[in-house]
């Protein structure tokens, strides 16, 4: 199985703060490449597929990119209803696995 | 809407089985492929099973293999997952998703706790 390696394991930061969250897959995975959110208590919700497609009603202070092993989940101007886990998917290879999350809070 | 409401859960003793359901609404449930994904208390999340749009193929991780069946009734637009001889290492909670071919796993039910203990 595809191993995916997220740091930090927790951030904190300040509102309006630039952030960026790193996933590395253990071998490449050609960009298929996703970022979901999960609040507290809530299930998961898409962020971003593909390394960088905005999924439905997302705001535009989400971006991803990335190739081969490496992406990056930035948010430009953190806001308070950021405050969440972050998890990285790889759907490259069978079976799809999940990225341990980063946990992200306001400072 | 997309909704998945996911029902079934609860406590049960090792070795016994559960039924969990999944009741989709909001968009052509036989149109895509389900899945179940379960996330351990304090831990990350993990792929269980898969079911094609049609039900004629499906995917299990290793640790369910031959103790879990993933179904769907197309009729009733809801997904099942039948889980037979549980393990106390089986507690979690249990997510529906929905497949869409480009986009992936993208919308979700809300969870169900399945706690497998004595």
């Known amino acids: 199985d595809i191993q995916m390696t997220q740091s930090p394991s927790f951030l904190s930061a300040s509102v309006g703060e630039r952030v960026t969250l790193s996933c590395k897959a253990s071998?490449?995975?050609?960009?298929?490449l996703d970022w979901y959110q999960q609040k507290l208590g809530e299930a998961p919700k898409l962020l971003i597929y593909?390394?960088?497609n905005l999924h439905t009603g997302i705001p535009s202070r989400f971006s991803g990119s990335g190739s081969g092993t490496d992406y990056t989940l930035t948010i430009s101007s953190l806001q308070p209803e950021d405050v969440a886990t972050y998890f990285c998917l790889q759907r490259n290879s069978w079976p799809d696995t999940f990225g341990a999350g980063t946990k992200l809070e306001l400072k | 809407e997309v909704q998945l409401v996911e029902s079934g859960g609860g406590l049960v003793q090792p070795g016994r089985s559960m039924k969990l359901s999944c009741a989709a609404s909001g968009f052509t449930f036989n149109n895509y492929d389900m899945a179940w994904v379960c996330q351990a208390p304090k831990k990350g999340l993990e792929w269980v099973a898969t079911i094609s749009y049609d039900g004629s193929s499906t995917y299990y991780r290793d640790s369910v293999k031959g103790r879990f069946t993933i179904s769907r009734d197309n009729a009733k637009s809801t997904l099942y997952l039948q889980m037979d001889s549980l393990r106390s290492e089986d507690t979690a909670t249990y997510y529906c998703?929905?497949?869409?071919?480009?986009?992936?796993?993208?919308?979700w039910g809300q969870g169900v706790m399945v706690t497998v203990s004595s």
């Open positions: 593909n390394t960088n």
């Open positions: 071998q490449n995975i050609n960009k298929y």
């Open positions: 998703a929905r497949s869409e071919l480009i986009a992936g796993w993208d919308y």
